[in-house]
């Protein structure tokens, strides 16, 4: 399965090939095989308004994205891409050699000088930040080898990822790391504490169970407060 077939479904199923009025040997080629792959796959097209692109620099825009997972996809299913990756819990340095990976895939040519449908841009170095990298191998890696090793009963292998979860330093920080670490006075050091603290924010402070969060009940309870969602506000 070649680059540009997989871009076809991936874009087509993102709903951008939809009524797309741009005029090029690339897009021809891929409305073509969107045709030939949706009828033999059956599949649903999403509404491309669903996609943002507000505030978004050019290099991470949704059309950028979905080029890589398509370079990606092309990676496994044609090169032992998962195999390296798991190899790679065998080194030294996991982290460094799984991005170094992922900084080797390759994208459609077109996608390397374009960051939308006929919107052209200079040449980029990589295809993809190194700290989006960091957070497909936290997200997506990570949750997938864990899956593999307890299914093969790979305890190495488990313990490894495990360790590297608990002592990887943490990624960027966002608005909601920002929040958690001010009104709980932390610093996340980790990308299991800044998980930790993003998990408890959704599933916690968002929804008002302060009292059901042996951390809440510490803050609010024994503090004297009683404005539960004052840990929400921006």
């Known amino acids: 399965t070649g680059l540009r077939d997989l871009d076809a479904i991936l874009f087509g199923a993102a ?63 044609n090169d032992n891409f998962f195999k390296e990756i798991i190899l790679a819990f065998e080194e030294v340095n996991t982290i460094k050699r799984i991005s170094d990976l992922f900084l080797d895939i390759d994208i459609s040519d077109y996608w390397k000088t374009h960051y939308n449908f006929g919107k052209a841009n200079p040449p980029a170095i990589n295809a993809i930040g190194e700290e989006r990298i960091k957070d497909i191998i936290i997200n997506v890696v990570f949750p997938f080898v864990l899956l ?26 966002n608005e909601i790391t920002r929040v958690m670490e001010s009104q709980l006075e932390v610093k996340a050091k980790t990308t299991a504490v800044q998980q930790g603290l ?33 840990i929400i506000l921006y």
């Open 15 to 77: 709903g951008f090939l939809y009524d797309l009025k741009i005029k090029d040997e690339y897009v021809d080629r891929i409305k073509s095989l969107k045709a030939k792959h949706f009828q033999n796959l059956g599949i649903d097209s999403m509404d491309k308004a669903e996609w943002n692109f507000f505030r978004l620099r050019p290099h991470n825009f949704p059309t950028r994205r979905l080029a890589y997972a398509s370079g990606v996809l092309s990676k496994l299913i």
């Open 148 to 173: 593999y090793s307890v299914s093969f009963n790979n305890t190495a292998l488990k313990n490894n990822i495990k360790i590297l979860y608990l002592t990887s330093k943490a990624s960027g920080r």
């Open 198 to 230: 993003i998990h408890l924010h959704n599933f916690s402070c968002v929804k008002g169970k302060c009292d059901e969060c042996l951390i809440g009940s510490n803050v609010f309870v024994n503090e004297g407060k009683v404005d539960y969602l004052q």
